[in-house]
């Protein structure tokens, strides 16, 4: 022990030593730099699918059919008919709930936490909506969010709330799937050219409001709306999707120098407007649903090249969601 | 780090975030160049990390996070350095000029150098959590926070690296100490 205390003290000692100015003309450098970065005010990490070339990419397409159809076919209902829009089962108001009791969160340190999530346990999200109809934020309400890890691999950001997942060679450098609830004011009526075409006056405030509303939104390829449960509360669930190898290089941009994308949600937390951006392949199972009259998007985003089990696993989450009175706050009257 | 200038940066006021650049470039580029013990890389992971974190500042959730947060952006750059060059074999002291001949708990420059060989020879990885904790004085749980992983997984890196620290300092301790008597 006392041994181990001495190496940490002679390392940290050692650690002292050596440079740590930065060079004035590395400082100056960067704020040259500054004006030809645009920043990124995406939900959505810069992708490396985009570098791959053709052949790469006919060889993943081709993967992902099969394994499209392999998980199609498992997904079949014993009883024949016709499997659902997505690759994987989500609530319905037809499902049963979880199996498995939620345990009660106990631990303050699993509130609004950032880092790797622990399987099999419960963490909390609180963050109240913005008041404003036109934006868009990660928020939850009034009250707070509560779910399940289901397995390793997922992990909370600084940057947003997300319950992500990165598998090691997928398409995105942050994440290949994600969960985050979203606060939805507004849409853009053209998800290429979406630029200037925020809907006057906004989405009304209803679940069937926003469902339909992108449902019909201009260029990216939408399911109709289907009836859905999250946490207890009834709401409308749309798949949203980017073809593969769509051409965006005519799309509008978040600004000078960034790569054109899709736009579908008017996002603001105080810095302006901003699109929801999506990407090429891009899948996004929405379930708008409303808590105690504030109306909330679950998004649940996938690259291509996901397994079943990641998939199933996101499935999970969604599934474990449950909404709650915040412990600090009134329950709301009925 | 004062909250409403990281507010203004992230609204894009260039002269908010240049203020910033300021306050931080010397701590970013201390534990640049601690992980990568080369200042010519550290110089170009600094840099790199600073355009990361104007790029992706608006992104950031929680201002009081600004710190923790660089770090994380920080040590990917350096994990990116580390991934192009690839120069990490040369076993060559790289200590200033200007350093203290002795510094307080640090025997001799025969520990400086077996330090730096055992401190070369650990991984990327290992690297940036003895830095974390043992420079920046960071808790484990921090250190996980700013990694992206478990706290396991730092305890155990941490363990591994010092177990290597501590193998090199013993290593060539009793042939080298009879040399500089000599």
Redesign the interface.
Known sequence: MS??RD?????????????????DR??D???D???A??????LWPVRRFREMNNALKLAIAALAVVVVAVVGINLLPKSGGVAGPGPSPTPSPTQSPPPTQIPSPTSASNVNF???Y?AGSTYVIEEPCPPAVSASA?CVGAGRMTFTIPAAGW?A?????RIGKDIPGGGSDLFDLYVTPLFVGNIYTDGCHWHGSERIPAVGPTVDDLATALFTQAGPDASPPTAVTVGGHAGKKIELSIPEGLDMTTCDSDSPGSDPHFGRFVFD????AHPYLHGDGQHNTMYIVDVDGTRLVIDAMYLPGVSAADHAEQDQIVASIRFESSPASPAPSP | MDAELIGRAQRGDEEAFASLAVAAGDRLHAVAFRILRDTDLAEDASQQALLTIWRDLPQLRDPARFDAWSYRLLVRACYAEGRRTRRWAPNVRLLPADEPAVAEGLSSVVDRDQLERGFRRLSLDHRAVVVLHHYLDLPLDEVAEVLGVPVGTVRSRLHHAMRGLRAALEADARPAAQEVAQ
Do not use: C, H, K, N
Request: hydrophobic share 40%.
């Open positions: 041994a181990d190496v940490s003290r002679i390392v940290r000692s050692w650690l002292e030593e050596g440079v740590s100015a930065l060079p590395v400082l450098t960067v704020l730099q500054l004006p970065t645009p920043q990124r005010r995406a950032t880092g790797t622990v990660y992990y950001p600084l940057e947003a709330w937390r105080g810095y302006g």
